[in-house]
């Protein structure tokens, strides 16, 4: 696995958590809180009294509601400063003693004792963006006893097809970059007397990577979802390892769902789940949904592929889709995704097929 | 001196000079090209037939004018992959018998001989920041000739009482997000039953930090100087040394010339000099400065140091100015300003003396 110095990851990965303001936008995130602290408080039998390890604890804020719930002890793992915050905000609610902050990264951390419940919020965008699952699993493998829990115990990752007015947007913007570019060209040999007509082609490759190749962070509305959305991957936290979320690979089907649309491209999106373990179940599965929704959307939103051309599409047309994730080679948190689609219209009659390169950044 | 990881360094400083998209934005500051560009052309006699050694040449723009100025050899040093495009434009411009662009940190690399005249265009923003002046030090120290010639050869810092309506948006923004925070503890503690406001100082800090001691960049119309500029620091290129530059020190005075404003802060620019050496000088002194000017604005603009609350000042007022710049803890490209000020009105009458600290970002 492409891994980065780690001066480099903590300059470029853990620097933003270090800021207060960083983990206030999670705090304020309510459906993420609101599904945590049910997921805590509506299943207190797998607190009280136990041991449990926060994996990237941030705030403190999961830590401190397992102690409320019951546990006998927390460990509260955080590789940031952060952890000083935690430490103080843990203190002011009279919970020292039951958790304990340690400032590292999970990898280094060595804990006096196993633990039956590993909680953490590690989810990145379209999932597996930042790739912390995998300090979840090194936690799991190494702090969690045979009969522990996983909170979350289950994450899924969907795709579903999208029309979205950002495909006209960032084709012009792609377009004004190339014409003020050739502007450019223009002034500097006139000026300047030199001629950078060389470097078109890269200057080209650079805004298409810029404007067409990145997959964009959006609240997509319900309506835009043109057709069903399908499962890509889906995790059972207890038992994953690196190597299953490493280079993920699907094929999926859809079939478009409204009449004469455009499709622009697909939206991803992710859900969790807390379900306890088999032999320890949840009294109350819930369930933490980052798909469209108009009054529930989160600091995720979704994850956004654009296709240019958009293609014209109608109900009943069938889509066969192969997806592929990889991490990005110089950055293993990042990821570069390879999207194929065969559309076979409700007619029967099949559209070429397609395939597009996109990088999560 | 302190120093990042050199991967950090990369990662973080060296990046963002990897992309056309900015070496683009550099190549289209007019003001910035016809310095150069004059600077060269009308003193050819500094280049004909002499070696000529480009620190950092990013798209090789500096390299190609001195060829074809008449050096007999360009070295063309970047440590960045955009080497490989500046050899594509040495080479379509067919000066590739002349230019050779190697790609390296100036630190690191060695050239065949001594060189006639270094250029480097090094300047961040209010001059040091980046402290790339260092690798141009360097340069100069290994592989210029006891007789050779620095373009630039001279650099000014600048600063000079301003007012702007900066004061006011940026007070209110840090306003704003006091007001968010304390909101977001009342529902913190409603819904999810924690009381988070050990944090507040902390926050509070961030936030200050953030949107009042952070120096901005902003193009300053010349009504918005409302006083005389003061040099801050001088610095000859042929001679200059890190130590130089490390901690700049001075102390200044000025005289608010605009009746009845507001002292809103301080705005900090530069200048440099192409005069050649004193014994082979320049046949036509160039300058380039970025002071604010509605006509011939650069992408460098203006450093801007807010105060807050501005103060109420009137022609004739004298400034006695303390000024501090140290490099960052963490890292050593970027900046950190102590500006002291006494006020002595124009009455007679001092006004208390205050002294505000600043990051330059
Ligand atoms: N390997 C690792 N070791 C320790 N902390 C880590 C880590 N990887 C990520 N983190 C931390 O995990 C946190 C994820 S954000 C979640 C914060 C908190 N649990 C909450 O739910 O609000 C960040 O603060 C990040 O710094
Ligand atoms: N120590 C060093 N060694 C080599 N290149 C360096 C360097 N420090 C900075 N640079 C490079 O110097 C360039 C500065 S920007 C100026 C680019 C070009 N000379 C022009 O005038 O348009 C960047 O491309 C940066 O990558």
Redesign the interface.
């Given at each position: 696995a492409p891994v980065?110095?780690k001066?480099?990851d903590f300059?470029?990965y853990f620097c933003t958590y270090a800021?207060?303001?960083h983990q206030?936008e999670m705090?304020?995130d309510?459906v993420r809180?609101d599904a945590y602290?049910n997921a805590v408080f509506k299943n207190k039998h797998h607190f009280q009294g136990r041991t449990v390890l926060d994996v990237g604890t941030g705030?403190g804020?999961l830590a401190?509601?397992s102690a409320?719930a019951g546990a006998r002890k927390v460990y509260a793992v955080e590789a940031t400063k952060m952890a000083e915050?935690a430490r103080?905000?843990v203190?002011?609610?009279g919970l020292q003693n039951v958790v304990e902050v340690i400032e590292g990264s999970m990898e280094d951390v060595t804990l006096p004792e196993k633990v039956d419940v590993i909680i953490s919020e590690w989810m990145g965008y379209f999932l597996l963006r930042e790739s912390m699952f995998d300090s979840v699993i090194c936690a799991r493998d190494r702090w969690l006893k045979p009969t522990g829990v996983m909170y979350p115990s289950h994450a899924r990752m969907w795709l579903a097809p999208i029309r979205s007015g950002l495909v006209d947007d960032k084709w012009n913007d792609y377009g004004g970059a190339m014409d003020d570019?050739h502007r450019?060209l223009d002034?500097?040999k006139t000026?300047?007397?030199?001629?950078?007509?060389?470097?078109t082609n890269?200057?080209d490759e650079?805004?298409q990577r810029?404007y067409l190749q990145t997959s964009l962070w959006k609240n997509l509305h319900p309506h835009q979802v043109i057709g069903a959305a399908a499962i890509v991957k889906e995790i059972d936290c207890l038992t994953a390892t690196v190597a299953d979320v490493l280079n993920v690979r699907a094929n999926l089907t859809s079939i478009i769902n409204s009449p004469n649309t455009r499709l622009c491209g697909f939206g991803g999106w992710f859900d969790v789940h807390f379900r306890g373990r088999k032999e320890d179940p949840a009294q109350q599965e819930i369930e933490l949904t980052t798909a469209p929704n108009t009054e529930n959307s989160t600091h995720w939103g979704q994850q956004v592929f654009l296709l240019h051309p958009p293609i014209h599409v109608s109900e009943g047309d069938d889509l066969d889709i192969s997806f592929a994730m990889d991490r990005a080679k110089e950055n293993h948190r990042l990821m570069e995704v390879e999207l194929g689609c065969k559309i076979t219209m409700s007619s029967g009659t099949p559209m070429p097929p397609f395939s597009k390169k996109f990088h999560i950044e």
């Open positions: 980065v110095d001066e480099v300059a470029q800021f207060l303001y206030k705090l304020s309510r809180m602290f705030s804020i401190i509601w409320k915050h103080a905000l203190k002011s609610n570019w450019f002034d500097t000026s300047y007397g030199v001629d950078m007509s060389v470097l890269h200057f650079e805004q810029y």
